[in-house]
């Protein structure tokens, strides 16, 4: 097995060799957030906008032609990303938000009614619990959730107790934490409710960019993820949902392209996937999703995995000697992913963030969109460093030497 291309792989990222705060170099730990792109995307979406730019699905010129295949062909490269069993089953969204909400409003309305329950989990980002409590509410239906123990591992004795009620409709988690990175226990989750026949959706959101994703090996019913997160473009992403339930789904937004006949009254709708797929979408980004996913690929992503790995065990090492430290989630290196949640003892998190950003480390102070998760830590908020391909062990080096500046400024033991 050759050695990760570290060097060549920074080289691809033109922000990576910008200066901030004065002349620092830039050292980026906010992945989780969202990743920079590397200059075969930016390229992509160049070449996009000079030489093919045409709407798509419509004329017959050469440009829209091709500007049709290289939306399509995007298509491809993300069904086979996630090991799809068709192109089909493949939806092009803004993000992981859109396809939840997609799901919520197509599916949820048809299937979920008064006294029924939508398991989450504690850890979810809002995304995956605002659009099941706006359905709930509208439905007269009850959200459920799995708890969380005190390494950040989901309680599935809970997920019995509440299929036992004969009730669930649904079950969603995030197959990677945002916040504490814990990866959640699929097999145990999906094994159960197949069991019990109850549909499942994986928020993708935080675990396609950093490990193989296999939707059918995974065993869920909807697989929704973001571009933005794995080296593509904002604005785009995608939700996989297996073909024997996407067939029976009502339309999402009504528009053009998702239609094949409009009468004044009546209209008939166009074969999966474009029944989905409302409207001009965003194709530059959509090309620029696919040139991602020829990077990722390219790196391979059990070598993706097995970096992040090496990294986020060597920063947990490192930061565990900070003073002062409380660093939230599982030690069990196997068990999470590359994002580190962390406080100082009574240190603000923004002041703690800030404080680093002027040794030019951008990391990540907030709720992370997951104010249940903030409740149950008992804490506003938290300080989160996360990893990606071009993250070095200097990288790691530099936060840890810009938080031990932040335990001398306030005088921590
Ligand atoms: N779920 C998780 C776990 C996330 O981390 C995020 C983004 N922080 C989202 C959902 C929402 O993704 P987006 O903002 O790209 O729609």
New binding site residues.
């Given amino acids: 097995q050759s050695a990760y291309p570290i060097e060549e792989i920074r080289a691809d990222f033109p922000i990576l060799s910008r200066t901030v705060r004065g002349g620092k170099p830039l050292v980026y730990l906010d992945n ?2 969202t990743t920079q792109k590397p200059v075969q995307v930016i390229s992509a979406i160049d070449d996009y906008y000079r030489n093919h730019n045409a709407n798509i699905h419509r004329a017959v010129y050469e440009l829209a032609e091709e500007a049709t295949g290289a939306y399509e062909a995007a298509r491809d490269k993300v069904a086979r990303f996630i090991n799809s069993p068709s192109r089909e089953e493949v939806i092009f969204v ?5 396809a939840i909400n997609l799901v919520a409003y197509s599916w949820g309305r048809a299937n979920v009614g008064p006294g029924d329950i939508i398991v989450t989990t504690e850890y979810e ?1 809002h ?2 619990i605002v659009p099941w409590q706006l359905l709930a509410k509208e439905k007269g239906a009850e959200l459920a959730y799995i708890d969380i123990d005190e390494k950040g591992e989901l309680l599935l004795e809970q997920l019995d107790e509440h299929l036992e009620t004969g009730r669930v409709k649904l079950v969603t988690f ?1 197959l ?3 916040v504490l990175g814990t990866i959640s226990d699929v097999q145990g989750i999906a094994s159960r409710c197949k069991a019990a026949g109850v549909p499942v959706l994986i ?1 993708g ?2 675990a396609a960019p950093h490990m193989r994703v296999d939707v059918q090996a995974l065993g869920c019913d909807f697989f929704a993820f ?1 571009g ?2 794995m080296l593509a473009p904002t604005g785009i ?1 995608a939700l996989w949902v297996r073909r024997e339930i996407l067939e029976k789904m009502g339309p999402f937004h009504g528009g053009g392209d998702m239609i094949r006949e409009v009468h004044k009254f009546e209209t008939t709708w166009n074969d999966l996937p474009y029944k989905f797929e409302a409207g001009t979408p965003n194709i530059a980004d959509t090309v620029g999703f696919g040139a991602a996913i020829d990077y990722l690929e390219g790196l391979g992503m059990e070598d993706v995995r097995r970096h992040e790995k090496s990294i986020t065990e060597y920063a947990l090492k490192r930061m565990a000697g900070v003073k002062g430290m409380t660093i939230y989630g599982t030690d069990e290196i196997s068990r999470r992913g590359g994002v580190i949640s962390f406080n100082f003892a009574d240190v603000h998190p923004h002041d703690v963030a800030q404080i680093v950003d002027g040794e030019g480390v951008a990391i990540r102070s907030g709720h ?2 997951a104010q249940v998760l903030m409740e149950k830590l008992c804490v506003p908020a938290t300080n989160r460093a996360s990893f990606y391909v071009y993250n070095t062990r200097e990288d790691v080096d530099a936060l840890v030497t810009s938080l031990d500046k932040v335990a001398r400024l306030f005088k921590l033991e």
Avoid: L
Wanted: hydrophobic share 15%; with cysteine; glycine share 8%.
């Fill in positions: 989780a957030s803004r993000g992981t938000t859109e980002h995304s995956n995030s990677m934490s945002n928020d959101a935080q973001s933005h997160k992403g992370h969109c």
